[in-house]
């Protein structure tokens, strides 16, 4: 069974900084592009950060210079590295990744999600 599982949310004063790290696991053969969302209530889920297995990251333009994703593909993790944060990023914060996994007829393309972390920044 693939599964994606965050962790690393929390309650932070405004300025501070939280690291999220998401896990893949199971039966994976690669993992093409790693991406972060957050959404918060009556909003649409939006891409916070994405990288890609070749290529330069790419981020939302409000948390450009204080965000950093990153990922580890020996451990099939991915990290999100946040500094300076704001009360406006308070969301729920998802993982999201597309695979190539393996099944009993070979390979197959297949996308997943995490279950969410929350981050919550106030005084």
């Known amino acids: 069974q693939v599964q994606l599982v965050e962790s690393g949310g929390g309650l932070v004063q405004p300025g501070g900084s939280l690291r999220l790290s998401c896990k893949a696991s199971g039966d994976i053969y690669s993992v093409y592009t790693f991406t972060w969302y957050r959404q918060t209530t009556g909003k649409q889920r939006e891409l916070v950060a994405s990288m890609p297995s070749s290529g330069t990251a790419d981020y939302m333009d409000s948390v450009k210079g204080r965000f950093t994703i990153s990922r580890d593909d020996a451990q099939k993790m991915v990290y999100l590295q946040m500094n300076s944060l704001k009360p406006e990023d308070t969301a729920v914060y998802y993982c999201?990744?597309?695979?190539?996994?393996?099944?009993?007829?070979?390979?197959?393309?297949?996308?997943?999600w995490g279950q969410g972390t929350q981050v919550t920044v106030s005084s």
């Open positions: 999201w990744a597309d695979m190539l996994i393996i099944t009993p007829d070979g390979r197959t393309a297949r996308e997943y």
